[in-house]
């Protein structure tokens, strides 16, 4: 009987270890809030990988496999996906909209690169930009500025 006892009891233990604590709490885990924060941001893998230094392979494998992503990535990866560190982990709620007036890492990286092109390409790019900003505006049936 007593060994009928301690059976139950390790097969409870074993199945409430097998389970993360964030399985247990209902709470998704990293790899799932990492995709879709990546998303959110409009970013593909491979975006995300380039942003931050690293490889596409390494950011399917965090968003697939991953509890715990090495420290030293949490801050290029909230700062790629411009929040903070506790939304990343789940910490605090991910507020991924953009706040006012600031500018999201990959659109002042693309600013940057813009600024350096000789004077006529960085006009006909900026005309191009216009014109893409344009035919949205126009599509959603609001008027131009």
Do not use: C
């Not at 006892?5 to 409430?16: F, P």
């Not at 709490?25 to 230094?53: C, D, M, V, W």
């Not at 982990?89 to 006012?100: F, R, Y």
Request: proline letters at 5%.
């Amino acid at each position: 009987m007593n060994e009928n006892r301690v059976y139950a009891l390790g097969w409870l233990t074993q199945t409430l270890t097998a389970m993360t604590k964030h399985q247990r709490s209902g709470a998704i885990n990293f790899g799932t809030r990492l995709a879709q924060l990546r998303k959110a941001a409009g970013y593909t893998q491979h975006q995300l990988a380039a942003e931050i230094g690293s490889t596409r392979r390494k950011i399917a494998y965090y968003e697939s496999e991953s509890e715990h992503p090495p420290a030293s990535l949490l801050t290029d990866l909230a700062r790629a996906l411009n929040i903070g560190i506790d939304e990343l982990l789940g910490v605090a709620p991910a507020t991924v909209a953009t706040k006012v007036g600031t500018v999201s890492p990959r659109l002042e990286r693309r600013m940057r690169q813009i600024e350096t092109l000789p004077p006529k390409a960085k006009q006909q790019l900026l005309g191009l930009i216009d014109t893409f900003i344009s035919a949205e505006q126009m599509r959603q049936g609001r008027a131009l500025p």
